[in-house]
């Protein structure tokens, strides 16, 4: 089974900066695709990035120049990059790997951003 731990979240005041990981039991090399999700209080779950094994990435429209997406093989670990954070940010984040067609997913971090 794979298992996924994220990390990084915390507490930060807007304009501020956080990196999130998310380290894999599994090698990630041969992995299709990695990625990002959010959920706010009484929100539903939304995709805020993702990265395929050919390098490519997308983003969810209220992130893009703000959050990059980016994954280290060597450690088994994808991270995300949030810059310029914003209250709107707020929600627990989780990271989403797809191995031999499966769905893993982590536990989830906080990121609070305060104004």
């Known amino acids: 089974q794979v298992q996924l731990v994220e990390s990084g979240g915390g507490l930060v005041q807007a304009g501020g900066s956080l990196r999130l990981s998310c380290a894999a039991s599994?090698?990630?090399?041969?992995?299709?695709?990695m990625g990002w999700y959010r959920q706010a209080p009484g929100k539903q779950r939304e995709l805020v990035a993702s990265?395929?094994?050919?390098?490519?990435?997308n983003y969810v429209d209220s992130v893009k120049g703000r959050f990059t997406i980016s994954r280290n093989s060597a450690r088994n670990t994808v991270y995300l990059q949030m810059n310029s954070l914003k209250p709107e940010d707020t929600a627990v984040y989780y990271c989403?790997?797809?191995?031999?067609?499966?769905?893993?997913w982590g536990k989830g971090t906080l990121v609070t951003v305060s104004s």
């Open positions: 989403k790997i797809t191995d031999y067609g499966v769905d893993y």
């Open positions: 599994v090698n990630i090399f041969r992995v299709n695709g």
């Open positions: 990265i395929i094994s050919g390098g490519s990435t």
